[in-house]
């Protein structure tokens, strides 16, 4: 374990620094003008350069990699041109509400998965869930995030549509709302993060639903034709024990896998489901980073997913390894 730990370190590290080499290149080809930004469009032509000199956007693009690296290694992700704010601080005011909101998305997607998967291997004839699987996944996100703003809150108002919690003087100790309610002795503040969340989370969980559901279907029907398992009905086992005690466990690692996708996709549709139900994480603030040509921040925020992907990755391996004893971490 100490060995693969050592091994998954590294390689974390050279697939940061190609992937920040590969974002900070972006702003060779992006047509916008940070120094522009913080002067303001009706600045003279003297102040932009100055500002220019300033923010040392006039040195060779080796000179300022080399200065973000250093900055990098004392955790120092620049000055936001948006928000005049270093871009640490506002990852860590945004950073938990895309935490809270992606960890529901999984847990609900790999329920949903779940769920989907076992109905279609206990139920005769389900081509019918399989016709309305294909379906969904087949919706972009955007327009699955809408559909269901439109229909849960517009129309139905069934569900709240906007922003995160309704207790705007609410201040939690995690910054995790459904955690800090509880923390605090106030459910009533975890109750209604729980129902702001439902929307949003359910845009991020269905395409991780449909194609995890998918994946663990077709290894259901796999690993149910072993000879082990035929042991197992024989001993007089239901199949719903048969499947639950033998079935699931062994047919895990291809679902896993899938997970580990579904999860690097999550980011990037943090920026569209973030920006349809006004969510104040991590990806509204990279589209209004994108929208106000604030490099520094977009650079900062890919980092810190790039880091959380390496984490949710190495954590897939460890599950399938115990999930299948012939997997050598």
Sequence with gaps: MLAYLTK???GAIVVLLVMSFIVFGLQSIIPADPARAIAGPNAPLETVEAMREQLGLN???????????????????????????????????YLPATLELGLAAIALGVALAGVMAALQFLIPGSGGIRLVMVGVGSTPIFLSALLLAYFFWFRLDWLPGAGRLAYRDFAG?????????????????SVDALLHMILPALALALPIGIAVGRSLNSALHEVMRQTYIRTARGKGLSETKVLLRHGLRNAATAPLSMV?????????????VERVFGWPGLGLYTVQAFASADLPAVLG???????????????????????DSRIDL
């Design 8 to 10: 998954s370190i590294i």
């Design 59 to 93: 040195d060779p693009a080796v000179v300022q990699y080399g200065r973000f690296l250093l900055r990098l290694a004392h955790a120092d992700l620049g000055t936001s041109v948006r928000t005049r704010q270093p871009v640490y601080d506002d990852i860590r005011q």
């Design 173 to 189: 100790p995690t910054g995790l709302n459904v955690i800090d309610g509880i923390l605090v002795g106030r459910p009533e503040v």
């Design 260 to 272: 580990s996708l579904q999860v690097r996709l999550l980011f990037g549709n943090l920026l569209v």
């Design 301 to 323: 925020v890919a980092i810190v997913f790039g880091i959380l992907y390496i984490l949710v990755n190495t954590l897939i391996e460890i599950a399938q390894s115990i999930a």
